[in-house]
């Protein structure tokens, strides 16, 4: 199965239900890597404190 960036971060608990068909094209243009990195730092804000939940908007951290 080729690999599926959107599917990657979706099944990770990203929410990308909110970003707009452009920015769906870039993600779904990223990396394996990229991707990685994405869900790990997804991962250790949350960990870190949950109250940062609040700045991750869409799956997309800002």
């Given at each position: 199965?080729?690999f599926d960036?959107?599917r990657?971060l979706?099944?990770?608990?990203l929410?990308?239900q909110?970003i707009?068909?452009e920015?769906?094209?870039?993600?779904?243009?990223l990396s394996?890597?990229?991707?990685?990195?994405?869900?790990s730092?997804?991962e250790?804000?949350?960990?870190t404190?949950?109250?940062v939940e609040?700045h991750?908007?869409?799956?997309l951290?800002?």
């Amino acid at each position: 199965m080729p690999f599926d960036a959107v599917r990657e971060l979706t099944e990770a608990g990203l929410d990308l239900q909110v970003i707009s068909e452009e920015q769906r094209t870039i993600v779904a243009g990223l990396s394996p890597e990229e991707v990685a990195m994405l869900i790990s730092i997804h991962e250790q804000l949350l960990e870190t404190d949950p109250e940062v939940e609040a700045h991750i908007i869409g799956g997309l951290l800002f």
